[in-house]
């Protein structure tokens, strides 16, 4: 309420709350019903058709214009998909080895290539003095440092 306003203004906007008042009132005395659930099924036939047709033609224009780009849908035969020469239980499939590396001839030559890498000394960085030693010589020079260090601990 503002007391600024006139006072015809005023009569009008309490006029105006009390005819609020007085629907709100009458309109708790009318029954509520809730509609029957009720999903209309020839509309989502329909659109699930539409969904469906709309992706058909999606995959033919995919197709059409990978066919027009390439010459062709893929690209190059998959070994094993129609070639009967390809043993059954091989472990390469389209060129990838699938072999675990620790077991294939690769993996084994991998690991003993770093395993000699790591248990030779060369110089990392001769000018900045940077030289690798394996690990267990490493581990005994630091051993023979502490030895020598007063208060270092055991």
């Given at each position: 309420m503002n007391p600024h306003e006139a006072p015809e203004e005023r009569l009008a906007a309490e006029a105006q709350r009390a005819q609020r008042r007085n629907f709100l009132s009458e309109t708790e005395s009318v029954p509520v019903r809730q509609e029957d659930d009720f999903v209309p099924s020839r509309r989502i036939v329909v659109?699930?058709?539409?969904?469906?047709?709309?992706?058909?033609?999606?995959?033919?224009?995919?197709g059409s214009l990978l066919r027009a780009t390439?010459?062709?849908?893929?690209?190059?035969?998959?070994?094993g998909a129609h070639d009967s020469t390809v043993v059954s239980?091989?472990?390469a499939i389209a060129g990838i080895e699938q072999t675990p590396i620790l077991v294939a001839r690769?993996?084994?030559?991998?690991?003993?290539?770093?395993r000699d890498e790591l248990s030779r000394t060369h110089?990392?960085?001769?000018?900045a003095g940077v030289a690798a030693i394996p690990i267990e010589r490493a581990m005994d020079i630091f051993e023979r440092t502490l030895d020598r260090t007063p208060g270092a601990p055991r």
């Open positions: 659109t699930a058709t539409i969904a469906v047709v709309v992706s058909l033609l999606g995959v033919v224009v995919a390439t010459g062709a849908i893929q690209d190059r035969p998959v070994p239980g091989s472990r690769d993996g084994l030559d991998l690991r003993d290539d770093e110089w990392v960085d001769r000018d």
